[in-house]
Antibody, heavy 122, light 107 residues
Framework: QVQLQESGPGLVKPSQTLSLTCTVS??????????WNWIRQHPGKGLEWIGY???????YYNPSLKSRVIISLDKSQNQFSLNLSSVTAADTAVYYC??????????????WGQGTLVTVSS | SYELTQPPSVSVSPGQTASITCSGD??????ACWYQQKPGQSPVLVIY???KRPSGIPERFSGSNSGNTATLTISGTQAMDEADYYC??????????FGGGTKLTVL
């Protein structure tokens, strides 16, 4: 059974960089057929896609966040990470990591982490 | 930028059929997914590629997608189906779009 687990600081100061890691167990991030995503949800609001990384290292970001986002892979640890720079209170949200699987059956987000709340405050 | 529009709320009586729509320009030319999210929990995939159900999802969940509208249908709605539902698609192969979400109330 694949599991994703987010980790990182729950509190970040304004203007600093938010850094989160997603640890994947039960499956490898080093094989094709999957995109590894970060998605966030502002309190009481809907889902917002942040971006994803493919096992080969290609990245794709939400245009609205692109200038501040970096997603990276650590294959040795079976992890991928999110860095969001110059944060403000508007970046306060629950951050999810999720697996986007594509195969002959289609494409879908089939596994999600439990989510981690990150608050931006001084 | 591409947008997906959902009604903010839908109400249904237990045992009845609930339909939740998701609208977007030529959405029928893309594949749509649906996710269920209960309070304090992560989203769960209930429909993908317009109509396919993952293993473990009850048969009362079904989906369709044509023209500008994708629809999630829940037949014989149960109290446990009360949740927020999000549609999702890919704008080109590289950009992920979510709808704003629909709160389903079973009353």
């Amino acid at each position: 059974q694949v599991q994703l687990q987010e980790s990182g600081p729950g509190l970040v100061k304004p203007s600093q960089t938010l850094s989160l890691t997603c640890t994947v167990s039960g499956g490898s991030i080093s094989i094709g057929g999957y995109y590894w995503n970060w998605i966030r949800q502002h309190p009481g609001k809907g889902l917002e896609w942040i971006g994803y990384i493919y096992y080969g290292g290609s990245t794709y970001y939400n245009p609205s966040l692109k200038s501040r986002v970096i997603i990276s892979l650590d294959k040795s640890q079976n992890q991928f990470s999110l860095n969001l720079s110059s944060v403000t209170a508007a970046d306060t949200a629950v951050y999810y990591c999720a697996r986007d699987r594509y195969d002959s059956s289609g494409r879908r987000f089939d596994y999600w982490g439990q989510g981690t709340l990150v608050t931006v405050s001084s | 930028s591409y947008e997906l529009t959902q009604p903010p709320s839908v109400s249904v009586s237990p045992g009845q059929t609930a339909s939740i729509t998701c609208s977007g320009d030529q959405l029928g030319d893309k594949y749509a997914c649906w996710y269920q999210q209960k309070p304090g929990q992560s989203p769960v995939l209930v429909i993908y590629q317009d109509y396919k159900r993952p293993s473990g999802i009850p048969e009362r969940f079904s989906g369709s997608n044509s023209g500008n509208t994708a629809t999630l249908t829940i037949s014989g709605t149960q109290a446990m189906d009360e949740a927020d539902y999000y549609c999702q698609a890919w704008d080109s192969s590289t950009s992920v779009i979510f709808g704003g979400g629909t709160k389903l109330t079973v009353l």
